[in-house]
């Protein structure tokens, strides 16, 4: 990556711009607003760039970074540029609370950016509806950040577990009936909502083994021993990627070779072969994962800007699904505050979002509303073949607990990829 991850967590630093977020415009607007100024929009997330998560993971933020500097080489948004502070918590809550907190005081940023894991985004979410900051495009598939009612002002950016959990179900269905399907997954919203979307289209106790891990804890023998012995086919993963690895090889060492089925959490091929080393390849051959957004690996506008965007302003860091993810983020919050208007607000951008007209750049279009908060109500299944992750003819799309067999429709990529441009 273009910043060393250790500089990233030893420092906090902001990333880009150099403006305070204290300044006037003409009409008083910025002056009122924490984070805007004449010149500049200025964020911030908290992500893991150390612990457990960090493998994938913190290449997102440096992603994100690099698809801003990009815009604001073009110009910025209503001639803003957009400043990004990343702050580590090592995926760790009690640190994700102080340096949220850093952020909305000291900084004063006007939002929070992609906060990336569901256990420490949940410590924060209180506090940020509390003092009135957006909390945009959260980095995790969890239902907690779909309460409009609760949490007006928090929006997630993953397609929510329940989905994508209901479409790996229905797609065992569907290619594998009659094959005993299993279940791994981490003892938080990840495990437990991926698993009741899977169940949704299976059915109540249709998995033959239900297994959790902390990722604390890095040994799955006991969780993929009582898999094996279930006599399980199919196993569906709710894990993050260095579990994902570990549920792989440890499988390997008990001489079991299910079909391995994971939601798009832990499914990054490049970060996988990475964490796999030699074995990577054929481990990973067959490999089924949900995925919203469409294929890094595939030839498409957004993969191919995305590359130019990584080689020119993110070192040319390897290009991976962690990539498109921070880039495909900071795309729609681009969009977002394109469309809150030359003289954004808190209140302006919140609107934006809920207005339900801002688009993505996904398999399917954003699906935002002002009563729903979801990103996705509908996701693709993809599989590596031949060292080469790329979507099938399966997809699905949850509404209520009824799920149905789609199209999907991949949103294209207009102009230079800047909203407004």
Known sequence: MLVPIAALAALGIALSGCSTPSSSNGDGVAASTPGVTDDTVTIGTHTPLTGPAAPGYSQVSAAALAYFDYVNDNGGIHGRNIKYIVKDDGYNPANTQMVVRELVQDDEVFAIFNGLGTPPHTSVIDYLHDNDVPDLFVASGSTTWNQPEQYPNMFPFNADYVVEGSALGQYASDVYPGEKVCFLGQDDDLGGDLRRGAEIALGDNALVQVEEYSASNADLTAQVGAMKAS???????????????????????????????????????????????????????????????????????????????????NGGAPFTGAVFNGMSAAYLFTEALEAAGEHPTRESIVEAVRSGKLVGNGMTPVSFSEEDYSAYRAVGIAVIEDGLQDFTEYAYRLDGEVVTAIELDPVPLVGKGIPGS
Do not use: H
């Open 231 to 313: 006599g399980c086919e199919v196993a569906i993963l709710a894990t993050i990627p260095g579990f994902t690895a570990l549920a792989m090889t440890t499988a390997a060492r008990l001489d079991w070779e299910p079909l391995w089925i994971t939601s798009s959490v832990g499914s990054d091929y490049p970060v996988l072969l990475e964490l796999l080393g030699d074995a990577g390849p054929a481990l990973l051959d067959g490999l089924i994962a949900t995925g919203y957004l469409q294929s890094a690996e595939a030839d498409n506008g957004w993969s191919q800007l995305f590359k130019q965007i990584n080689d020119d302003y």
